[in-house]
């Protein structure tokens, strides 16, 4: 079975933090994409940061970055200097190469002033 | 340029009727994706269409729900004789070839 998990259903974190979501994955397949997705609660998932697995750079945008570790199926999101804007619900997801995205259960976020 | 839109934004029905959800894609996006969030869960696939067929239908719950597509166009969802368990939002997305999805701001469906 191809999933995803994040263990983690909510955390917190002072504004200018970092912070690190964690997800992990179950897959038999080689070639594959991985995402995290921010959805605040305007409910419009708007994504955050994607990484190919044969990459073996870790991708960053900004302030946020992942720590992929392919051997360990791992995909965490860290996020710099955190803003009060981050606050949002934040779902790990991956497309497996069958085209539909399958994703966690999603991890609360919230940046206390 | 323009995201995806969706409509109507909310949208209440009365149990057994049939509802109608709309997707507008971004322009030139080749791939359209239809997925469920019931509160407080994660997202479920339902659909996905390349161009105007549909490859892959295998998250649709029951055959009350069907979805049509124009061409790399609009798209629409399809729910007949709606259940109590169908309320969630419904949430569409669109992708060129580079495999990221591009979502919606979702149409909240409530059954009363």
């Known amino acids: 079975a191809q999933t995803v998990t994040q263990s983690q259903p909510e955390m917190s974190v002072q504004e200018a933090e970092t912070v690190t979501l964690s997800c992990t994955y179950d897959?038999?397949?080689?070639?594959?994409?991985l995402f995290w997705y921010k959805q605040p609660p305007s409910r419009q998932m708007i994504l955050v940061i994607r990484?190919?697995?044969?990459?073996?750079q870790n991708a960053t945008e900004n302030r946020f970055s992942v720590n992929f570790q392919k051997a360990a199926k791992s995909f965490s999101l860290k996020i710099s200097d955190s803003q009060l804007g981050d606050t949002a619900m934040y779902f790990c997801?991956?497309?497996?190469?069958?085209?539909?995205?399958?994703f966690g259960t999603g991890t609360r976020l919230t940046i206390i002033p | 340029g323009a995201g995806v839109s969706q409509s109507p934004s909310n949208k209440v029905t009365e149990k057994g009727k049939d509802v109608e959800l709309r997707c507008d894609p971004i322009?030139?996006?080749?791939?359209l994706y239809w997925y469920r969030q019931r509160l407080g869960q994660g997202l479920e696939f339902l659909i996905y269409?390349?161009?105007?067929?549909?490859?892959?239908k295998s998250g649709l719950p029951s055959d009350r729900f069907s979805a049509e597509r124009t061409g790399e166009s609009v798209s629409t969802l399809t729910i007949q004789r709606t259940q109590q368990e169908d309320s969630a939002v419904y949430l569409c997305?669109?992708?060129?070839?580079?495999?990221?999805?591009?979502f919606g701001p979702g149409t909240r469906l409530t059954v009363t």
């Open positions: 997305a669109s992708s060129p070839w580079e495999a990221s999805q591009y």
């Open positions: 990484q190919e697995a044969y990459k073996q």
């Open positions: 997801a991956a497309n497996f190469g069958n085209e539909k995205l399958t």
């Open positions: 269409f390349q161009g105007n067929s549909a490859p892959d």
């Open positions: 322009s030139g996006h080749t791939a």
């Open positions: 897959t038999s397949e080689n070639n594959y994409y």
